[in-house]
């Protein structure tokens, strides 16, 4: 029970519920999730199971596409509709605002900036999650992280209520960015809805409901939705041992490049060798490691073992 599954995570549930329950339906603990999703948010939200929870961190670095929806004339505490209201607009200014303003404000804010965090959020200051000093009505200096919008498209405008597709890069918070928008325009703004729609090459349309996994794996297909954990290293070329460097990579040593044999028809290391890159490595049962390459020493070392 190796690979990853496509979850859809709706609403309601945390990132941990998710994780929670389908420990349960899979029967087994080593299960985690490839970034946080806000409870009133639902979508795209991958899951790796046993050996691929080591896969997690690739997961998480990749950038993400979101579909959102917000409101504006009001701010709340927690950025998003579920919080108290904490700023409103005046009516006159709010009114005065126009379409153009509104896609003008949006623009603005794609490319890179850095943009300060929720207090709502599980970012850790002196030990401390930000959302745990929030419940106490403290607000936290919080630093700015760098972030990069790299598109805004589908928008759309009704009075109030605007919607947009969002691409963009890890770290970054929606509700932070519509709370920007909304300043921006000087009658303040906050997140109604929010969908993960894609994320490194898992789309929501193929994601699958809780329920929909327990009806398949009580089927005993458990199979048809549990991607391996090498289809998510593609980006990778693939080479395989012989057996006399199978002990070798068990015990995780580092390989001299004359070892590694072409795969599936693959090329020669020879002709794609560079210094830094990262390779996938196979022995008789399958994958097994990824390695990066030192030019120097013409030896590859560990990157990340899926022993």
């Known amino acids: ?50 050996r691929a929870t080591k896969l997690c961190g690739i997961l998480t670095e990749s950038d993400k596409y979101y579909y959102a929806e917000f409101k504006l004339g009001i701010e709340t505490d927690t950025e998003d509709i579920t919080g108290q209201v904490v700023n409103t607009s005046n009516p006159k200014v709010l009114a005065s605002v126009t379409e153009r303003d509104i896609r003008e404000a949006v623009n603005h804010f794609v490319g890179e900036y850095d943009q300060v965090p929720p207090m709502y959020s599980a970012i850790k200051i002196d030990g401390k999650k930000l959302y745990e000093y929030a419940r106490q009505g403290k607000e936290v200096e919080r630093k700015p992280r760098h972030v990069r919008i ?20 890890k770290g970054t918070y929606i509700r932070s960015l519509i709370r920007d928008i909304g300043r ?24 699958l409901k809780l329920d929909e996994i327990a009806a398949l794996v009580s089927d005993g297909k458990l199979s048809d939705i549990m991607l391996p954990i090498d289809s998510m290293l593609k980006e990778y070329e693939a080479f395989s041992l012989p057996e006399t460097a199978f002990k070798s990579l068990k015990n995780g040593n580092k390989l001299k490049e004359n070892v590694l044999l072409p795969i599936y028809g693959g090329p020669e290391f020879q002709d794609v060798k560079r210094d830094g890159a990262i390779y996938r490595i196979y022995d008789d049962e399958g994958f097994k490691a990824l390695y990066e390459y030192d030019e120097a020493s013409g030896e590859l070392t560990p990157y990340r073992m899926f022993l």
């Open 1 to 50: 029970m190796d690979g990853v599954i496509n979850v859809y995570k709706e609403q309601g549930f945390t990132s941990f519920d998710v994780v929670a329950k389908l420990r349960g339906i899979l029967k087994t603990k080593k299960i985690g999730h490839t970034g946080t999703l806000d409870p009133m948010a639902e979508g795209v939200l991958p899951v790796c199971v046993g």
């Open 150 to 169: 790299y598109d805004i498209s589908g928008f759309s405008v009704a009075g109030d209520a605007v919607s947009f597709t969002v691409h963009c890069s």
């Open 184 to 207: 921006r325009l000087g009658c303040y703004a906050t997140l109604t809805a929010l969908k993960r729609t894609f994320v490194y090459g898992f789309e929501v349309e193929k994601a």
